[in-house]
């Protein structure tokens, strides 16, 4: 593919603009590119996953100069289309965190005059969130923290079991709001896989930037805190609100964050096609999914990008076709469409819960969820649908594949239920808000989250399928005269209750 020379004298907007428009028009004419009758082909999918997952685009990592022209990419497409940009513009910039964790973490514990210390690695593992050091008498908390009332006398840091419905975040607006002085978070020994990004970062951490980075946090070992506490003979974990023996036998902790921040930031991006009936339009159905990657890392038989073809840039290119496909319906559907590409997934679903936080759109506007990740590999035939039986969409996605036959595609529910991959990619944002979500993926392989992602071993007639498969199914939504409803059992273990 050529590309066009970023010389000294030209700015980095003009340089990124003309690559992402010359790149791409390369990409339309390469072979398996033309276009056809139909809005939505194999050839397109191709020339959308092959520019994406570029080498020249570093592996698209949150934040990087191929993100940044993945974002202008899917910004300037969405211009094309005709889409309408909220207030603001195509593109939601949010800003990130960088965290070098250091060497001097330690979390000492004592009681009377016996005394144990975890460090940094296998029992200890820094949060992004403040340096320093601070002491205080444990106090366990659980149940619903964020509505714990503000604490008074002696310096407490609290200690609770990562969960679920709660992030890391959570807890320490919670624990900050309590008046706590520091966090200490404890990771099951089989650790869920949404909380692989919290004890997995090794030394360099990001966070959002709208956490403010009051309190020293760290997660603890399940086992290393246990032990702990038996060397000290408490014995038993206490019951929650609780110090661990009472008065002068209370034990005590200090916890030392070793910790140098820098700051960045990050783009989503987000299109609009509005709906055509007058009463439903302000209503939304929102497809999602993250454009972002691993970038460079570990070489891998002599290859260091990480190029994401199918984790993520099948979905992307995904909501891509949809949008043009949609945009040029001569009359839209009723209710408006939203096509959201977020960033920092790869992080820890950054950009998802930047932008629910921080909604370019009225979230109670939002009616459902459908969110694209991984649509490239694996079955020719099939395609999870995670969440399918949480809300009415699992039904309505179930109606759409046999109204289509011509489409060869089962709309599985979960095969994997044990990988918890519900919680691991960005629908859940919006589904713990609230909003019926589901999750379109067709599972992990033998290149998930290696360099061997690579646009030549996408199928992309399977790909451009799932893509026709979730066009119609948007636009039965966007047309459909009921909203989507959860099943009341699964919402209640999900939703927010604050």
Known sequence: MHRPPCGRSM?????????????????????????????ITPGDMRARISFLSA????????????????????????????????????????????????????????RGGRRVVLRQGDELWGLAWAAGTVEGGLRFVSGAPMVAARQEGEPTIWVARLGISKTPRDWLAAASRAGAVGLILIAPENLHPRQQAWSEAGGTVYELGDIEPSLPAAVVAERALADALERLSVGVEPAAGESPLAGSEAVQARLSADLRIETASAPNVIGILRGSDPELREQYVLL??????????????GDSIYNGAD????????????????ARLETPPRRSLAFLAVSGEERGLLGSSWFVEHPSIPLESIIANVNVDMVGRNWDDKIAVIGKPYSTLGALIDSVAAAHPGLDLEALDDPWPSEGFFYRSDHFNFARKGIPAVFIFNGVHEDYHRPSDEAGKIKFRKASRIAELLYEFTLALANAQDIPRWDPRVRDSIVETR
């Open 55 to 110: 080498d020249r685009l570093r592996g698209r990592s949150t934040p990087s100069e191929g993100l940044e022209i993945a974002a202008s990419y899917v910004s300037s497409e969405f211009a094309r289309f005709g889409l309408e940009a909220p207030a603001g513009g195509f593109t939601q910039r949010y800003q990130l965190v960088r965290t070098e964790i250091g060497d001097g973490w330690s979390l000492a514990l004592s």
């Open 11 to 39: 700015t980095g907007t003009r340089c990124l603009s003309l690559l992402v428009s010359f790149a791409w028009l390369a990409c339309r004419a390469a072979p398996g590119g033309e276009s056809s009758d139909h809005d």
């Open 288 to 301: 999602s999914a993250h454009m972002d990657g691993l970038g460079v890392g570990a070489s891998q038989d």
């Open 311 to 326: 984790d993520n840039a099948s979905g992307t290119a995904a909501i891509l076709e949809v949008a043009e496909g949609m």
